[in-house]
DNA sequence: GACACTCAAAGTGCATGCAATTGAGGCGCA
DNA sequence: TGCGCCTCAATTGCATGCACTTTGAGTGTC
């Protein structure tokens, strides 16, 4: 296939997409938990921007899928149930395998270095935090999803792995990222050999594995507050938040 | 599978969403071409809102691709590339793959009743504009995808669905729906069979034989500007608008 | 007649202001 | 003490205003 135009970034404006990478970064790394308030004012008065431009961000966030914007409330950091984080990585296992598909022995020297040099910056941060090792690991897949070279694969590869990136700050147990990193590398000389089936394969269990060691029980673990604890019990999802606990029912 | 509730709408405003679904069902319907601006304050006139509730629908918009926001231009309906819209059609195949894969075998009733109902429905209509036909074509898709009760998965095949709407107007040849919709048909067939094998193969070369009856050339046939036209010729891509025809380089 | 330049009109980028809604604490009452 | 109501600060929903950028039509020059 012969070599594409580079995407042009799909960022609209501008001060919005820098509060949008700040926030996201800081969700995936776990600064700002997921239930996490975001109130407009707050966040437009911390990167020096007016309400405005902050309301715009958080719109984008949610588009995303990593804030949930409640009408005349505070927007959160989302919590996706562990029903949504099994559907994420899902989705993440097919979009994945059509990547690596596509770069099976079609990568160029230049990208088989890039790649290689970001498993080694993984190696190094192995003793740092945790939610760095995660942010990299996060990284190197969008890193893949980049050099396809096609602008909606890596917008939707990036989507939902930042999604996953959530869920693991939710459901995970402490991480151990060592066998992540072989398995970067072993994809990346799947890919470097040119073996399609065998990069496919190796892509699936690996997202596999991680989603299994991730999502580990179907009970919400921690963090969760009442209402949605109790969301099962209530009669109608679509009236949303309809307990209160002692009393209820407050219809309106 | 126990049933999940259903998803809570993920509408953040509402007027704003009113005036999405509006455009982006006259961008499906070809009632607004690839290329037609989108002035804010027309926009905002039209719908009885101000530029502040437009803009932000266009941002959603944007976010979908169906439209494209430059700086301080006025924003555009989207007008793909033939190579994105090659792409868009790759990740649909992956992704109706897993809806039909979640499905297979688990239908309701009633969920069988609205399937039928809705080819029915695109029977009906084959008489109409062809822009309907295709609406309902592609609307039959999202109503599969609705089915699976993914909020995730509902949001991404919606919107690659919705891009691939998009490209079919721009590179598709005069529309024949008749075999659509009896793929249609024998994908319902093979869900309710239960083969899980079969819906698989089925919505693989369905969607397969609509993206290779419908990207049927790389050169770009119709409704493209000039500018478009010569990209190709242009030296360096990230420049953007650098001929003008006669004369040129007016650099900046 | 074609090119270059100028300038006003149109349109976006962003901040701010006002109205409406929320939810949390305080107060009264049993 | 416990429960419910009420009020008010905090926060969002949305419109408008001002500054800056782009556009393209008109004008002058060669």
Redesign the interface.
């Known amino acids: 296939m012969a070599p594409?135009?580079?995407s042009?970034t799909?960022v609209?404006?501008?001060k919005a997409g820098v509060i949008c990478r700040a926030l996201r970064r800081a969700i995936i790394e776990q600064a700002l938990a997921p239930g996490a308030k975001l109130p407009e004012d707050s966040l437009g008065e911390r990167f020096g921007v007016s309400r405005?431009i902050a309301r715009?961000a958080l719109?984008?966030l949610?588009?995303?899928?990593l804030v949930e914007?409640r009408?005349n409330r505070i927007a959160v950091v989302a919590t996706p149930s562990w029903?949504?984080a099994r559907?994420?990585f899902?989705?993440r296992i097919?979009?994945e395998?059509?990547v690596v598909r596509q770069l099976a022995g079609k990568l160029t020297k230049a990208q088989i270095a890039e790649l290689n040099a970001h498993v080694d910056a993984e190696d190094r941060a192995r003793d740092g935090s945790d939610a760095v090792s995660i942010r990299l690991a996060t990284e190197f897949h969008i890193l893949l999803a980049n050099m396809t070279n096609?602008?909606?694969?890596v917008?939707?590869v990036s989507e939902?792995a930042y999604?996953c990136c959530l869920t693991l700050s939710l459901y995970s147990r402490p991480h151990s990222s060592e066998c992540a990193i072989n398995e970067h590398r072993a994809i990346i000389a799947a890919l470097v050999k040119g073996d399609e089936a065998k990069v496919m394969s190796l892509m699936h269990s690996h997202l596999d594995s991680v989603a299994s060691r991730a999502l580990v029980a179907p009970a919400p673990p921690r963090g969760r507050d009442l209402l949605d604890i109790l969301?099962?019990y209530a009669e109608e999802?679509?009236s949303?938040r309809v307990v209160k606990l002692p009393k209820m029912v407050r219809a309106r």
Chains 1, 2 share one sequence.
């Open positions: 594409r135009p580079a042009k799909a609209p404006s501008d405005t715009h719109g984008q949610a588009a995303e899928g914007l009408r029903q949504e559907d994420a899902d989705i097919e979009l395998r059509l096609s602008p909606i694969l917008r939707y939902v999604r969301a099962p999802g679509e949303e």
